[in-house]
């Protein structure tokens, strides 16, 4: 079936490149239909039929196939750079319900099988198929809707089957999501019983219980990877200490990239300036020719770039891709997409050495933390860490004097009993808008720029602090040493 997948949509994939128009690539489809078994001059391939509906009313659907007179299924067509809209999806649902058909497709852009569902209010969307030769999903559409095997039950076992599995998997998805937004609880609570399990004999559950809250733990997706250090932990008492190690959780890292000398950026805008760059480079690359040169195993379960289209259909919320209107990309052959800004130290480094074959010239803040001001390797960007009442990162620039607190840095959640109310209105508010509690501290959940040290400090520390002198280097140098005289 993948062979027969691949001669199917060879064409469609053409078409795309070519940006046909809408009528062309309807009869284009309709001869493809062909290679499944579907013959035209029998009836069974009807373009545009205009059908009576009622006593006054027609329909006309683009495709309809029918097998001895009967309506089988349903085609909406759309030009390939189509994006599908709800108002198509509501016309092809319409089709379906007024032809009494149970499954109807769409293919425009990618390929998409409804399915009406008797306990739904609208269609449901079953499987979406990109044009792309070797897609097992395609093969199995070929498999589903070829003539020699076509059969209206087993469509609809299949559909049904499908939505167990999206059911299941959005289940799934809901306890994990619970998992990570509340690592700290639920690791806690699952970790107890254990340990009062092995330990329970040498100490009490409260001593336990108040050796946990001393760490911290975190959960994050699996295709966002950490930077990992292996730590010994000060447990109750030295006969623990003896007996186990446990790892610390994967920390953040916070190392910003350059490329051909811009300015450093977070992960999540170097991957995306990356993409847009390159885009602007070969303006005549289609999204599937872009996809090629950044492959979806670059990032992992994500990919690096990803179609609006298939990122509203696969539901994802939160902040997986970079959508915002703004951040929106096109590519050559009028494909909306966006890039992925699920990036760690595991996997962003998969990314820079593309980058780098790709001709780029990139460079970090990691090549730089070691410094003395005469060798930033042509950079004005010094890595610093603040450890007073906090535990912050940033990034002090040496030309402008000012100061990025990363995300990610740990900051006191509370003000400095000295701090005077003016301060410590603005402070909350920071707190507030940059900052999230967990586990009763702060985390920064995006860098914050300051224009001086100082003003960085205040703000990790609590209160009126010089952050010439609180903020150190990586050779744990005072900042002193580079403000400008």
């Not at 095997?149 to 994990?176: A, G």
Request: include cysteine.
């Amino acid at each position: 079936m993948n062979e027969k997948w691949n001669e199917f949509v060879y064409e469609l994939i053409d078409a795309l490149k070519r940006d046909v128009e809408e009528e062309e690539y309807h009869l284009l489809i309709e001869n493809q239909l062909k290679l499944l078994g579907w013959v035209k001059y029998k009836g069974e391939i009807c373009h545009k039929p205009n059908i009576p509906i009622g006593n006054s009313k027609h329909i006309q659907p683009d495709i309809l196939i029918k097998n001895e007179d009967t309506e089988q299924f349903v085609i909406e067509v759309k030009r390939p750079v189509h994006q599908l809209t709800d108002r198509e999806r509501v016309q092809l649902e319409s089709y379906m319900r007024q032809l009494k058909l149970r499954v109807g497709v769409y293919i425009g852009e990618h390929i998409e099988v409804f399915y009406d569902h008797p306990d739904s209010k609208h269609a449901v969307s079953v499987l979406t198929i990109p044009l792309e030769m070797d897609n097992k999903q395609g093969a199995r559409f070929v498999e589903l809707f070829s003539k020699e095997v076509f059969n209206k039950d087993s469509i609809v076992d299949f559909c049904e089957k499908r939505i167990e599995e999206m059911q299941r998997q959005d289940s799934l998805n809901k306890v994990r999501e619970n998992l990570i937004s509340d690592a700290q609880r639920n690791i806690t609570e699952g970790l107890l019983p254990y340990l009062m399990d092995k330990y329970g004999n040498t100490f009490s559950e409260g001593d336990i219980a108040s050796m946990l809250s001393s760490l911290v733990f975190s959960a994050k997706p699996k295709e966002v990877e950490y930077n990992t250090q292996n730590v010994t932990i000060n447990t109750i008492t030295k006969n623990v200490q003896k007996e186990t190690h446990i790892e610390q959780k994967q920390q953040h890292d916070s190392t910003h990239f350059s490329i051909n000398g811009g300015a450093f950026l977070n992960k999540r805008r170097f991957v995306y300036q990356l993409v847009k760059t390159y885009a602007e480079q070969h303006p005549s690359a289609s999204f599937s020719e872009l996809e090629k040169v950044f492959k979806p195993e670059l990032q992992g379960g994500y990919g690096v770039i990803r179609t609006i289209n298939y990122i509203r259909e696969n539901n994802f919320k939160g902040s997986r891709y970079l959508t915002k209107d703004n951040d929106i990309l096109r590519s050559s052959d009028g494909i909306e997409f966006a890039v992925c800004s699920q990036w760690g130290i595991g996997n962003i480094m998969r990314v820079v050495e593309l980058a780098k074959r790709l001709g780029f010239d990139i460079k970090s803040t990691s090549d730089i933390p070691h410094v003395e001001a005469s060798n930033t390797v042509g950079t004005n960007i010094i890595s610093c860490k603040l450890t007073r009442n906090a535990n912050a990162r940033g990034l002090f620039n040496l030309t402008t004097q000012a100061l990025t607190v990363l995300k990610g840095s740990v900051v006191n959640p509370n003000n400095l009993p000295a701090s005077k109310p003016a301060f410590v209105n603005t402070r909350n508010a920071q707190l507030e808008k940059y900052t999230n509690e967990r586990n009763g501290t702060r985390v920064v959940l995006q860098d914050v720029d300051f224009t001086t040290p100082s003003g960085a400090a205040a703000f990790c520390i609590g209160g009126s602090s010089n952050g010439w002198l609180e903020w150190l280097d990586d050779n744990n140098i005072q900042l002193k040493k580079y403000r400008n005289k």
